[in-house]
């Protein structure tokens, strides 16, 4: 069975500042990973995704997450943060490295104040 | 290219009626996934058409079936329709099961 925890459903940042978005994994097969973004009245972009070629995966809009296997975790980090960041995230789990059929967490929303 | 398209996108439903939605996949694409997501929630995998025939199923329960038809467009039917079916209701494409799924703007459903 897979699951996915977020934690913090809400983080809050200034335009500038770090964004660190956390996600734990339980996965009872090797994983497959991905971070969405859902902007308000959207469906669902993809960031980035974990498919074991690489541990650090770069994904669209300066962001990046690190596959801690030790830690079970795939963070999502962006250096600095801009106003167009706020929206809502979500990490998901899959057994398909094409992310079918994903199993999603229950998403953290980013504010970002100027 | 479109993208994925699903329609309509909203409708307001009472208590006992059943509702069609429906999804056209992105062009090239033949693999059709639907998810739940209810409000202040991650979305939540309900099925998945391939090949005309449902491939895999989440845990929802009878009342929500589906259909994928030979141009690769899909419906979502859910019979029976309760309070807590109201949600956003959202189309995933992909070309077979191991690339990369688009997701449509979604269906807002609002149960009475």
């Known amino acids: 069975a897979q699951s996915v925890t977020q934690l913090g459903s809400h983080v809050s940042v200034s335009e500038g500042a770090l964004v660190l978005l956390r996600c734990n994994y339980s996965?009872?097969?090797?994983?497959?990973l991905f971070w969405y973004v859902q902007y308000p009245n959207q469906g669902l972009q993809l960031l980035l995704k974990?498919?074991?070629?690489?541990?650090l995966v770069k994904g669209i809009n300066g962001f990046e997450a690190e596959f801690k296997k030790s830690e079970t975790s795939f963070h999502l980090t962006k250096p600095s943060a801009h106003m167009r960041d706020a929206a809502e995230y979500f990490c998901?789990?899959?057994?398909?490295?094409?992310?079918?059929?994903?199993?999603f967490g229950k998403g953290t929303t980013l504010s970002v104040s100027s | 290219d479109a993208g994925v398209t699903q329609s309509p996108t909203h409708l307001i439903k009472t208590r006992g009626q059943q509702v069609t939605l429906r999804c056209s996949p992105k062009?090239?694409?033949?693999?059709v996934s639907w998810y739940q997501q209810a409000l202040g929630q991650g979305p939540q995998f309900i099925f998945q058409?391939?090949?005309?025939?449902?491939?895999q199923r989440g845990n929802f329960p009878d009342r929500f079936s589906g259909h994928q038809f030979p141009n690769y467009s899909s419906e979502l039917n859910v019979n029976a329709l309760l309070l807590g079916d109201s949600a956003l209701y959202l189309c995933?494409?992909?070309?077979?099961?191991?690339?990369?799924?688009?997701f449509g703007q979604g269906t807002r459903l609002t149960v009475v």
């Open positions: 058409y391939y090949e005309e025939e449902e491939r």
């Open positions: 998901a789990v899959s057994v398909r490295q094409a992310g079918t059929a994903l199993i």
């Open positions: 062009s090239g694409h033949d693999t």
């Open positions: 995933a494409s992909s070309l077979g099961v191991n690339t990369e799924a688009f």
């Open positions: 996965s009872s097969v090797p994983p497959y």
């Open positions: 974990y498919t074991s070629a690489a541990t």
